[in-house]
């Protein structure tokens, strides 16, 4: 004969407080897995975005070549000499957790300048109404219109700037793309509550929104990136530095040098020679790799403590949880 199943039938209280047991707990589970997540990934609340309140076309239409020409740099790129953050030598093969890399994505154009023509010129108003100047690259991401720069060129001062376009292969007002406009700016938390003279979270992303041409990283390419790498790695610098003895108008590089890794204001920064000045802010460091650039640092501050010397923050887990970020919206 066979067995019949037996089914508990629960009278409607009981119902009631199973299902309440029930959305607890999944509430608990919701709750707890964020936790341990960012707990694990460090991306508990540090990240800070500031969606842009203007549309694509207006944000192209106000920079007109008279507006570009006369931006100025301002001394974005910071001189750090006088601040109270002190600046140490630190280990050269410091590092803060697992080394990762990332390829990069070539244009479909075939652009034989690649990965340089990643490089750009960012355009930025200041809280103050000034038409500012950096630089920045596109970085190979999911939404394909990522842009990594420092974190002073999109906050600073207290203050989220506007009117941010990117311009790759930017040389003497032409721009062969066309320029892509940025609907939201990013930066670590602890960015914008740094104390005066602390540099070692200054990471900025910018998300654009596709131009006439299409998508950036389809019409540039995407760099490829890098983090956690050994901080003695071999950099070559690009930007489009505007101070003097710079005009801001073509794009720079510094040979390829070692790092030098310091300590500064509790984080990690890396020095290399290289006499780029305002301007060249946020324009990308690279990395060989088995013949393959790889983005691992940014053009960002310069201090008495090494003279004739650019130093970039660390590229760690905080820059990556950066741009992943980024490349998601």
Not at 86 to 95: G, I, L, M, R
Not at 226 to 247: E, I, K, L, R, V
Request: one cysteine or more.
């Amino acid at each position: 004969m066979p067995r019949q199943r037996t089914f508990i039938s629960w009278p409607p209280p009981g119902k009631t407080l199973l299902g309440l047991l029930g959305v607890v707990y999944v509430v608990y589970l919701v709750v707890f897995g964020n936790f341990v997540f960012a707990w694990m990934t460090g991306r508990s609340d540090t990240i800070r975005e500031y969606t842009v309140d203007a549309t694509s076309s207006s944000v192209i239409s106000y920079w007109t070549q008279n507006a570009m020409s006369s931006a100025i740099d301002a001394d974005q790129l910071i001189d750090n000499s006088g601040n109270s953050v002190d600046v140490t030598q630190a280990s050269s093969d410091a590092s803060a957790g697992k080394a990762t890399r990332q390829d990069g994505q070539a244009p479909g154009n075939g652009n034989a300048a690649y990965p340089l023509s990643t490089v750009g010129k960012v355009f930025f108003t200041n809280a103050s109404g000034q038409n500012m100047v950096c630089s920045g690259t596109a970085v190979v991401s999911s939404n394909r219109n990522t842009v990594d720069t420092a974190g002073h060129c999109l906050y600073w001062n207290g203050n989220w700037v506007r009117n941010v376009i990117f311009c790759p292969l930017y040389d003497s007002g032409k721009t062969p793309y066309g320029c892509w406009a940025a609907r939201d700016l990013l930066v670590p938390s602890e960015w914008l509550g740094a104390r005066p003279g602390d540099l070692h979270r200054d990471f900025g992303m910018a998300i654009v929104s596709a131009n006439s041409q299409g998508n950036l990283t389809d019409v540039v390419g995407g760099a490829g990136w890098a983090y956690n790498q050994p901080t003695n790695s071999m950099f070559y610098a690009y930007g489009y530095p505007a101070g003097y003895p710079f005009d801001g108008q073509t794009r720079k590089s510094c040979p390829g040098s070692a790092g030098k890794s310091w300590q500064h204001a509790g984080g990690l920064v890396i020095s290399i020679p290289c006499d780029m000045t305002g301007g060249s802010s946020g324009g990308p460091w690279f990395i060989s790799v088995g013949n393959k650039l790889y983005l691992n640092g940014h053009n960002d501050f310069t201090s008495s403590i090494q003279p004739n010397h650019m130093f970039s923050p660390y590229y760690d887990d905080t820059w990556f949880a950066l741009y992943d970020k980024a490349q998601h919206m």
